[in-house]
């Protein structure tokens, strides 16, 4: 018979429930399956843009107040995962897994509970389906990470080793949108054209360049430390993050895992709702010179272009982060 451990995980950041040691990340690998508790809440509200003004938003919370994105919930392949959802707005909000069948209602004004088995090891999207995406660009999304059972360094069982991981979620923010639900409530988000998305903020795991300079989104490690990447894209347009100084592997691509050969791209395309793990290898660029030494810092940007900048200002402040290669970071990443 199965045994189950019970986790619980109530607010953002207790991943220390989860901690492990160097590399492992809000990650200590169990002997027994376990029943992750996630209470989640429907929030509207303003979210800080990096120049300074505010978006208004619709998120999932782990708090009583909007969290751009919302909590990363990670688990292991055969856990049960048991989502509690209260919604005090007044439009409903779905909760759905990407790649799976997982999709629940919170009705307006009303709450939740489900359960569900975690799905195959992977990195996959939490979100709101409604309305053609625009739910999911006003902010309804968050990750969902699901190790395989025994293992601690490999995103699938005969995956590639890794010293460390980091996840990567990409998002872009039409404010425009936002402020037409400030101004006419919430329940005004089914009536907007989502042809009528015009972004003006593009950020990683909720923030843009240089705001993206934090232990969870800035890439750090010595020379030799294969770190993973799991890139996720929730936003409504295609972005194009090119990697600088080391090309990536391409590892899985939405649930499809490459245990031998592996692609080898510096520009990595994510659709919208793409889920991409990638291996950055954190080796000394072939071609370096000056021969490299000590700590060597390279950026990645995306190569759509209007992603570089923030409320039309100048570059670099979007989808734009920094690579330290020959570093340990000083406080290890919590997949935040
Ligand atoms: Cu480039």
């Known amino acids: 018979m199965k045994r189950r451990a019970f986790l619980q995980r109530t607010v953002r950041g ?101 359960d569900f088995e975690a799905p195959p090891a992977g990195t996959y999207l939490y979100y709101d389906d409604q309305n053609s995406g625009v739910n999911r660009s006003m902010g309804l999304h968050g990750t969902l990470v699901v190790m395989p059972a025994g293992s601690d360094n490999r995103s699938f069982s005969d995956g590639p080793t890794f010293v460390r991981q980091y996840k990567w979620l990409l998002a872009s923010v039409d404010p425009a949108w936002g402020e037409h639900l400030a101004n006419s409530g919430v329940a005004a988000i089914g009536g907007i054209d989502p ?11 909720g923030r843009s360049f240089d705001q993206t300079d934090e232990p969870n989104t800035h890439i750090k490690g010595l020379v030799g430390d294969a770190t993973l990447i799991r890139l996720l894209n929730a936003g409504g347009m295609v972005n194009s993050p090119h990697f600088h100084g080391n090309h990536v592997e391409i590892v899985s691509l939405n649930g499809s895992n490459s245990s031998g050969a592996r692609k080898k791209k510096d520009i990595v395309s994510m659709f919208p709702l793409d889920c991409r793990d990638v291996l950055l290898p954190m080796a000394t660029p072939p071609d370096a ?17 209007m992603s570089q900048t923030a409320g039309g200002g100048f570059y670099p402040h979007g989808m734009h982060a920094s690579i330290t290669i020959g570093e340990a970071p000083t406080s290890e990443p919590q997949l935040d």
């Open 195 to 205: 042809d009528s998305f015009s972004p003006r903020y593009f950020t990683i795991n």
């Open 289 to 305: 010179w000056p021969p490299a030494s000590g700590a060597q810092h390279f950026p990645m940007h995306c190569h759509a272009e």
């Open 14 to 114: 207790s991943g220390v429930l989860f901690a492990g040691g160097l590399g492992l990340l809000s990650w200590a690998p169990r002997s027994v399956a376990a029943t992750i508790q996630v209470a989640l809440g429907v929030h509207a509200g303003y979210a800080p843009m990096v120049d300074g003004t505010s978006a208004y938003m619709v998120t999932f919370s782990g708090g009583s107040s909007v969290e751009f994105p919302g909590p990363t919930i990670v688990c292991r392949e055969d856990d049960l995962v048991s989502i509690s959802i209260q919604n005090p707005l007044s439009i409903n909000a779905v909760f759905h897994v990407g790649r799976t069948a997982i999709r629940h209602t919170v009705g307006a004004g009303s709450s939740v509970n489900f």
